[in-house]
């Protein structure tokens, strides 16, 4: 019998493994709610998969591209709490706050509420209003 793979933490901080949250979302399974999403999205920016984040931002704001490998410097993603996820419909606001460091530096956080919609039974990270 073969030995199984070993669990990878999904970096979103779910307690879940990586291939049971938010990878099969990164494969192309949609998100149940807006807070599933912005979990994958953190997890996105975690793993550098550009290509799912601009894939899951509404085309109404989306950039052309976000240039991730480029960033100078690079980010260490340190962890993700979300405060809270209100959902009305098609439309949802998730309040987070992601935690990193920058080049050894100190830790800073964004703390942002995060507006979401969902369409044809997709959701969609439209913006964001960063807290101070």
Same mark, same amino acid.
């Given at each position: 019998?073969?030995?199984?793979?070993?669990?990878?933490?999904?970096?979103?901080?779910?307690?879940?493994?990586?291939?049971?949250?938010?990878?099969?979302?990164?494969?192309?399974?949609?998100?149940?709610?807006?807070?599933?999403?912005?979990?994958?999205?953190?997890?996105?920016?975690?793993?550098?998969?550009?290509?799912?984040?601009?894939?899951?931002?509404?085309?109404?704001?989306?950039?052309?591209?976000?240039?991730?490998? %480029?960033?100078?410097? %690079?980010?260490?993603?340190?962890?993700?709490?979300?405060?809270?996820?209100?959902?009305?419909?098609?439309?949802?606001?998730? %309040?987070?706050?992601?935690?990193?460091?920058?080049?050894?530096?100190?830790?800073?956080?964004?703390?942002?509420?995060?507006?979401?919609?969902? %369409?044809?039974?997709?959701?969609?990270?439209?913006?964001?209003?960063?807290?101070?």
């Amino acid at each position: 019998m073969p030995a199984s793979k070993p669990a990878t933490p999904c970096p979103c901080g779910s307690q879940l493994d990586y291939d049971a949250c938010c990878g099969p979302l990164h494969r192309g399974r949609p998100a149940v709610d807006a807070e599933q999403l912005m979990r994958s999205r953190y997890s996105a920016f975690v793993l550098k998969l550009e290509d799912y984040l601009l894939a899951s931002w509404h085309k109404s704001t989306r950039p052309d591209q976000l240039k991730l490998a %480029e960033q100078q410097p %690079e980010p260490s993603w340190l962890g993700l709490q979300v405060r809270r996820h209100i959902s009305a419909g098609d439309q949802a606001t998730v %309040e987070y706050i992601a935690r990193l460091r920058y080049a050894g530096g100190s830790a800073s956080r964004l703390h942002e509420i995060a507006h979401f919609i969902r %369409e044809h039974g997709r959701w969609y990270y439209v913006d964001g209003d960063i807290q101070s």
